[in-house]
Structures are given as C-alpha cells and as structure tokens.
C-alpha cells in the first residue's frame, strides 16, 4: 500500500511539473498538501530516475532555491502521439511530392518561424534577445536555458551581460521528425543565426548524435572577429 502511494505521489508531482512548467519544493508540497520533507524525498528519487532536473535560483540573502521541472524522460512518461502523426503525414507527404520537396516545405516553414521569433525577441541587447528566445522555446517544450560563456554552468544569462552565451535545449519537441527528416535541424541552426542576424551561431551539441541536449554557441560577430 506505501509504494502504491508514493507511486501516486510522485506522478502527480509529474503531472504539477508538465501543466505548470516547473515548481519548488514548496510550491509542490503546498499544492499536492503533503510536507516539504516529504516531497524532497520524492524529487531526490525522481531526479535519481533521471525524470526531473533542477536549476538553482539565487533568492535574496537566503540560500539558492532548486526550481525543479520534467526532462525529456520525464515527459515520455505521458501519452503524446502528435510527433508520430507528423512523421506519418510527412512520409506521405513525400511519397505523395517526394522527399525532396518535403525538405523544401519544411525550411519554408523555419523561414517563417525565424520571422515570428525575430519579431518577437525585439531588438534589444543581445542578453535581452536571447533571454527571450529562451522563453520562446520554453512555451514550445524544449526546455531551453541559456549562460554567458564567462560562468557556464553557474549563473544563468539574465544575471550577467555580455556578448557571448551558450545556449542549450534539454528536450526535442520535434525529435521524431528529427530522426526522420534530419534537415529540420540545419533548419534550426539557420533560423537562430536569422533572428540573431548580428552572431554567429554554431552548434555545440546534437540530440540526434545521441547527445542529451542540443547546444549552440551564440556571439556578436565583433566578438568572435576579435577573438580569431
């Protein structure tokens, strides 16, 4: 009956963390009305299981909160089979059209993307633009976080101003038809580099190499020509 329970519990701290994006310890405890002590126990094992990670958030003069949210792993372990219906229109598609002319399609389609997102990220400093194209992708599902590339790994981009980031998606909200239509990433690549048209972007990482994120190396084109 015990494990019963914590089996419960620890899917509904799933379920809080996919509808609200991310939550505390706190948030969490107060929300599902179980103790704090408790629900620590719950996320260490969670995180364990490798289905939640966490960022820490430095709040005030008290010590850094943990902002806890789902993985990739952590979101398969809900019912979602819109990735496969998109790979099986696309396979027709192109039998129908051909390959070739799906991967046309497709970039078009990352042009217009690329023009939604210029507009959105405005045109402020380049922190500014990239903290907000993180959130862009954040509302998309890829779990998208940022660092300048002087502390990567210990503060986040909205704390430090600079000309140079490190950009970083833990989850492919595309990923099944990334393995299908591999293009689409070369799309993402360029669509960056076109709503950040003063840098030059570079990819770090790749989840289709079996790597655990996609990266991408972000700096205002003045920085890299002084650094070569």
């Not at 019912?79 to 059209?97: M, Q």
């Not at 903290?131 to 909205?158: F, H, I, N």
């Not at 140079?164 to 799309?187: D, K, L, Q, Y």
């Amino acid at each position: 009956m015990m494990q019963t329970q914590q089996t419960s519990t620890k899917q509904d701290i799933l379920q809080y963390l996919l509808k609200g994006g991310q939550g505390t310890a706190l948030e969490l405890a107060d929300s599902l009305e179980i103790s704090p002590q408790a629900i620590r126990r719950h996320l260490k094992d969670l995180e364990g299981e490798g289905l939640i990670q966490y960022q820490s958030v430095q709040a005030g003069m008290g010590r850094p909160q943990h902002i806890y949210e789902l993985t990739s792993l952590g979101r398969d372990r809900f019912p979602n089979r819109y990735g496969d219906f998109a790979v099986s229109f696309l396979d027709t598609l192109a039998e129908t059209v051909g390959r070739e002319q799906v991967i046309t399609i497709l970039q078009k389609q990352w042009e217009r993307k690329a023009m939604e997102y210029r507009r959105l990220v405005g045109t402020g400093s380049l922190q500014e633009r990239v903290t907000k194209l993180v959130e862009l992708r954040r509302d998309e599902g890829y779990m998208a976080e940022c660092y300048p590339v002087e502390s990567v790994g210990v503060e986040m981009c909205g704390d430090v101003k600079g000309d140079r980031f490190v950009f970083m998606e833990h989850n492919c909200a595309i990923s099944n038809v990334a393995e299908t239509f591999p293009s689409v990433c070369g799309n993402e690549l360029e669509m960056f580099a076109a709503v950040l048209p003063d840098c030059t972007v570079e990819r770090t990482h790749w989840i289709i190499d079996g790597e655990h994120r996609c990266g991408y190396s972000i700096a205002k084109k003045e920085v890299r020509q002084r650094i070569l």
